[in-house]
């Protein structure tokens, strides 16, 4: 079963605009990670926030975390047409070692 | 530094069929996970290996077994193939021990088409 929900489900904006993308999960999690996918093949990671953590930033991306609401989010800041892409969120439990729980996604339209 | 590698890229089986997906770590990582991915779905975890052992396994039924060889390298056998099996399968690469790393490194995926 998935652990996540991302919202929105998709998200079309233009280029130069800023994208915020939100992640919520349903049990305690030692970290939380946000994954890039293009056109159905693999994954990238893009960052890792801890537990203990509450914001971080990666270039153009910022992430927040705020483990009372089992929340997060992503925003992706002057998005370009290359960001266009599904991004999941996915949680890593201490119970479960590293195995990586996701989302069912966010995807992203950047027009030019 | 050679990524996560998988073979083959497409796969086409009948019903009832069995099938073997191949997964190549990282270089320098020694833990690999399978995950099946449905069209338009998220990821689902099916197991991890660590040790050439089974060391976390998903929701998924026992037609879904691995291997992992003392090269770190995996495979995934999927047995009496279903309809629904038809899906995206990635392996995952990362590290554990002292150095455990969280993150995981993807490789392109096998797409596995039942009819």
């Known amino acids: 079963s998935q652990q996540g929900e991302e919202d929105p489900q998709a998200l079309s904006i233009q280029e130069g605009e800023n994208a915020t993308m939100n992640c919520s999960y349903k049990t305690s999690i030692n970290n939380l990670q946000w994954y890039r996918q293009n056109s159905g093949r693999g994954l990238v990671h893009l960052i890792l926030?801890?537990?203990?953590?509450r914001e971080k930033h990666s270039g153009r991306l910022r992430v927040t975390l705020d483990t009372s609401k089992k929340s997060s989010s992503l925003l992706i800041t002057a998005s370009r047409a290359a960001d266009t892409a599904s991004y999941f969120c996915?949680?890593?439990?201490?119970?479960?070692?590293?195995?990586?729980?996701f989302g069912k996604g966010t995807t992203l339209s950047v027009s030019s | 530094d050679a990524g996560v590698t998988q073979s083959p890229t497409h796969l086409i089986k009948t019903r009832g069929q069995q099938v073997t997906l191949r997964c190549s770590p990282k270089?320098?990582?020694?833990?690999v996970s399978w995950y099946q991915q449905a069209l338009g779905q998220g990821p689902q975890f099916i197991f991890q290996y660590y040790e050439e052992e089974e060391r976390q396994r998903g929701n998924f039924p026992d037609r879904f077994s691995g291997h992992q060889f003392p090269n770190y390298s995996s495979e995934l056998n999927v047995n009496a193939l279903l309809l629904g099996d038809s899906a995206l399968y990635l392996c995952a690469s990362s590290l554990e021990g002292v150095r455990r790393s969280y993150e995981q490194y993807f490789g392109p995926g096998t797409r596995l088409t039942v009819t």
């Open positions: 270089s320098g990582h020694d833990t």
């Open positions: 926030i801890r537990s203990n953590e």
């Open positions: 996915a949680t890593a439990h201490n119970q479960a070692g590293t195995a990586l729980i």
